[in-house]
């Protein structure tokens, strides 16, 4: 494959962009090479500036669940554009898509819009301390919140991925407040909580892990964590950013039965737009500025065109059968992966949450951050590029799940198996 116009492009980048990009992952450090520049994409597809063609399981991070460039949603923003970009005062769409939202997650009783996933987590925690007078939240190792100051702890996603769990610029007074907990084991919580539980404000947690590769959540774990915090007056907050409207279309808190006290959305809602919200009991969320004293805002929060591309997607994703399809297509892939890797005799493991997957490079199973991490990154690295070489774009990360959209079919799914049959001899050799 040529790659002449992204290394070009790569080059003028590095100059004025950290790392020649504008979000860490993107630069392929961790897997070695160059990143490659898209020029468009379309369904199932993303293509480079060298004309080159990739089956893409990242799908821009998540948001891109119905696939790219979905003619709906191209129509839904195009016909939304024409009438200005941005009001400064509210519109019909906010209410549609809060009303969208809240019929589709029952606990998000009341809700705000906000530009990001990293905003719905940093102001999700700011409603836990301000509402419950407390201080302290407890997150887990592994798990990632976009990077507000509190979450950068024992993250995971790209700060993993670089060895930067914990950021420098974090002051320590902050960092102090973030307890960390081992996702996964029971006792460490029921220990933490038995200690401090009455200075906890708020649990946050990715119900799936999906910033650590794609770690599920054992039998009972959500629901521990759920008792816990009732226990100790503390707020269960569903960081949903990656799992909403994608391992069920009511989230994980459908899927896994469990009614947070908070929850936090981004990337599906917003269709590939800029999008992020948060929400969850009407008596927490009325503490919210104006109608309450906890302070949040935004210039461009509950944008006219970011809501049309959500509410089109948040449209495509409610059609019958749509996550069953997606969970179908999400097994028929690891099976297939998981085959040809033992016929290759490479160790390796795959994690399903309809929708999203992890592969390791380890043998099963893997429940905790340890096993997560112990996958080996090195036969990563060369698996992914050799899918790359082969027309089929993975997650540039070990720590990063791989997501499925409907445009993913039978062909697509089959070419990316074939691929993987010369990938896996290669990381055999
Ligand atoms: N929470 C989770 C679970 C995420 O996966 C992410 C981003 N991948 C975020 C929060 C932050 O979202 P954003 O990148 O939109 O700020």
């Not at 790569?10 to 992952?25: D, I, K, Q, T, Y």
């Not at 770690?215 to 759920?226: A, K, N």
């Not at 060369?382 to 990063?400: I, K, N, Q, T």
Request: glycine share 12%.
């Amino acid at each position: 494959m040529i790659h002449d116009r992204s290394h070009a492009l790569f080059a003028r980048a590095a100059e004025l962009l950290p790392g020649g990009v504008n979000s860490p992952v993107r630069a392929f450090k961790s897997v070695g090479g160059e990143p490659f520049f898209a020029a468009r994409a379309l369904g199932p597809h993303l293509f480079d500036v060298d004309g080159n063609r990739y089956i893409d399981y990242v799908g821009s991070w998540g948001p891109m669940i119905a696939g790219h460039a979905h003619p709906q949603v191209l129509d839904a923003v195009a016909r939304t554009m024409r009438d200005g970009l941005s009001f400064g005062v509210p519109n019909a769409l906010e209410v549609e898509m809060a009303e969208a939202i809240s019929r589709i997650v029952p606990s998000m009783e009341m809700l705000r819009m906000v530009n990001s996933g990293t905003e719905a987590t940093l102001s999700a925690i700011r409603v836990a301390r301000g509402a419950t007078g407390r201080s302290r939240i407890v997150k887990f190792e592994g798990c990632y919140h976009g990077h507000g100051d509190s979450f950068l702890v024992k993250a995971g996603s790209g700060a993993l991925t670089f060895g930067l769990p914990n950021s420098p610029g974090v002051p320590k007074a902050l960092a102090d407040l973030t307890l960390t907990l081992p996702y996964n084991d029971f006792d460490a919580a029921t220990a933490l909580f038995d200690e401090v539980g009455e200075e906890i404000a708020g649990l946050i947690i990715e119900p799936i892990v999906g910033n650590a590769n794609c770690i599920l959540p054992r039998e009972g774990y959500l629901q521990h964590l759920r008792d816990l915090c009732t226990r100790h007056g503390a707020l269960l907050i569903f960081d949903e950013v990656m799992t909403g409207f994608r391992v069920a279309l009511g989230g994980a808190q459908q899927r896994y039965g469990i009614t947070p006290d908070l929850s936090t959305f981004g990337k599906i809602i917003g269709g590939g737009m800029p999008v992020g919200a948060y929400g969850g009991r009407r008596d927490l969320m009325r503490q919210v500025a104006p109608s309450g004293p906890i302070y949040q805002a935004g210039t461009l929060s509950g944008n006219p065109v970011a809501m049309a591309a959500g509410l089109a997607t948040l449209e495509l994703i409610q059609a019958p059968g749509f996550h069953a399809a997606l969970e179908a297509g999400t097994n028929a892939l690891c099976d297939g992966l998981e085959a040809i890797a033992r016929e290759a005799g490479v160790a390796f493991h795959t994690t399903r949450a309809p929708a999203m997957f992890g592969l390791y490079f380890r043998e099963g199973p893997v429940e905790t951050f340890e096993d997560s991490a112990a996958s080996d990154p090195k036969r990563f690295g060369r698996f992914f590029h050799a899918m790359l070489d082969r027309g089929v774009y993975l997650a540039p990360s070990a720590f990063e799940a791989g997501f499925m959209s409907s445009a993913h079919g039978e062909a697509e799914i089959a070419q990316t198996l074939e691929a993987a049959r010369g990938a896996f001899a290669e990381v055999a050799a």
